[in-house]
C-alpha cells in the first residue's frame, strides 16, 4: 500500500532545489559514473521517487525502519518505473549503516522527532560512509542561538516535547558543532519556506 504524508508533498518542491544543486555541483567534481545518494528515514517515499523521476542518471537508497514505509517506499518507485532506486533498507541510524560509499547523505524532517543521540549517531555515521567530498543534507526547522524562528515553531517544539521529552527542535550552532566534531565542514544555511532550514555540510 502506497502511503502520503501531506508534508512531505508541500516541500517536495523547494527540497529538491537544494539537492539539485547538490548533484549538479557533485557531478561536475566526481571522478564516477553517477552520483549515489542515501536518504535516512525516507517515510513513505514521497521525496525519492519525486528526486529520482528527475534524476534517471544518479542512483538512490532510500532507508526507512518501519515496514509499513518501507513497502509504500517500494511499491511507490515500481508503480512510477524508476530503475535507478534500489529497494528500501531497514535502516536505524544508531545501529549498522551500508558498506557502500555515498555522495549525498539526506536527512529529512528527522531530527526533531528523535532523540539527540540519534543526531549524533547521524552525523557519525554519515561521515563514516561519505565518499570524497561527499555532502551531509539535513533540512527541518532549527532554532537559531537558541531561539525559535517562529512561534509556530515555538508551539510545535512544545508539542513535540510533550508527545516525547526526547524530542524536540534542536538548535542549529549546536548541530553544525556536533557535525564539525565528526570531520564535516559549514553549514552552508539555506531558509526553506514554513520557517524550516536547510543545512549543507561538506566533507
Not at 547538490?22 to 535516512?40: D, G, K
Not at 543521540?117 to 561527499?134: I, M, R
Not at 508539542?159 to 549546536?174: A, N, P, T, V, Y
Not at 548541530?175 to 565528526?182: P, Q, R
Request: glycine fraction near 8%.
Amino acid at each position: 500500500m502506497i502511503v502520503n504524508h501531506p508534508a512531505a508533498g508541500r516541500n517536495a518542491e523547494p527540497l529538491y532545489g537544494v539537492v539539485r544543486e547538490q548533484l549538479v555541483s557533485l557531478a561536475a567534481s566526481s571522478h564516477q559514473t553517477s552520483v549515489n545518494v542515501l536518504e535516512l528515514a525516507s517515510g513513505p517515499g514521497q521525496h525519492i521517487e519525486y528526486f529520482a523521476a528527475r534524476h534517471p542518471e544518479v542512483r538512490w537508497q532510500p532507508t526507512e525502519p518501519q515496514a509499513e514505509l518501507r513497502a509504500s517506499i517500494d511499491a511507490r518507485v515500481a508503480q512510477a518505473g524508476l530503475n535507478n532506486v534500489a529497494p528500501a533498507l531497514n535502516l536505524d541510524v544508531c545501529a549498522d549503516w551500508p558498506k557502500d560509499r555515498f555522495d549525498l547523505i539526506l536527512a529529512v524532517n528527522l531530527l526533531h522527532i528523535s532523540p539527540w543521540s540519534v543526531t549524533q549517531a547521524l552525523v557519525a555515521n554519515a561521515a563514516s560512509v561519505a565518499s570524497e567530498g561527499a555532502v551531509l543534507l539535513i533540512y527541518g526547522p532549527f532554532r537559531r542561538n537558541g531561539e525559535h524562528t517562529s512561534p509556530g515553531n515555538q508551539a510545535f517544539d512544545l508539542e513535540l516535547r510533550e508527545r516525547d521529552s526526547r524530542w524536540g527542535i534542536r538548535d542549529l550552532e549546536l548541530v553544525a558543532e556536533l557535525a564539525g566534531g565528526s570531520g564535516w565542514r559549514g553549514p552552508e544555511v539555506v531558509g526553506m519556506p514554513a520557517n524550516n532550514f536547510c543545512l549543507v555540510f561538506g566533507g
